[in-house]
Every structure is written in C-alpha cells, then in structure tokens.
C-alpha cells in the first residue's frame, strides 16, 4: 500500500482549518496536520516535513509571504511545494504571489468536495 501524502495546513481561523482538514482527509485521503499561525507552521514543518504546504495569505503576525519567505530559507521545507489559500484573486494579487514562486493558489471561499483534486492538479499528483 503506498504511503498517503501528508500536507500542513497553516490557517488562523479555527472554522477554515476544521473545514478544509475534514475534506483533505475524509474526501481526498491526505494526512493532514495544521497550524493556527505562521509561527506554528514553520516549527511543525522544519521538525515534520509535509509533502505539501496549504499556507493562508492573511494571518495576523507572520502572514502567508513572510512564511513562505522563511519556509524557503530552512533547508528542511525549501523544497516543499506551497499553496497559498487566499480572498485575494485580483489579477494583481494572484501575480504578486506568483512572483513568489509558491506551486499555486486556492481561492477562498473554497468547496470542501473539490479542493482534494485542486491540490492534486496544481501538485501533478495522481488522483
């Protein structure tokens, strides 16, 4: 049996981690672990590597880019794949982000029943 992916997801609103964690695990099969804030996020990645990171754009503290910022300096997550979650899909915004080199985006609010097989398709993991 092949191991099943494991993705962080780093959110500070408790009700979007609930929501997007039950999805991940009970429709897509993921290993999910979360974090409530940038901070959290980068402890429990460098110390448990995920295959995927499913980072927050505004969180109060450390935002989204200034994790992801950091996320590439440790040399244990540099080569994590990213996905930023955000309200932010301005055209804009979503090349703001781009520029930072994170693997995608997810647009808030999401659908619990499809967002499994967005992370698929923007990772190129078999489904």
């Known amino acids: 049996m092949a191991k099943r992916r494991s993705i962080l997801l780093i959110d500070d609103d408790r009700g979007i981690r609930e929501v997007a964690c039950t999805a991940l695990e009970m429709v897509g099969g993921y290993d999910v672990s979360t974090a409530a804030s940038g901070t959290e996020g980068l402890d429990k990645a ?76 923007i990772l190129g993991w078999d489904r």
């Open 46 to 121: 460098r110390t448990s590597p995920p295959d995927a990171i499913v980072l927050d754009v505004m969180m109060p503290g450390l935002d989204g880019p200034e994790t992801f910022a950091r996320l590439q300096q440790q040399p244990e997550t540099a080569d994590v794949p990213v996905i930023l979650l955000t309200a932010k899909t301005q055209a804009a915004d979503r090349t703001r982000f781009t520029a930072l080199g994170v693997a995608g985006m997810l647009a808030k609010p999401f659908d619990p029943m499809t967002i499994s097989n967005e992370i698929a398709a």
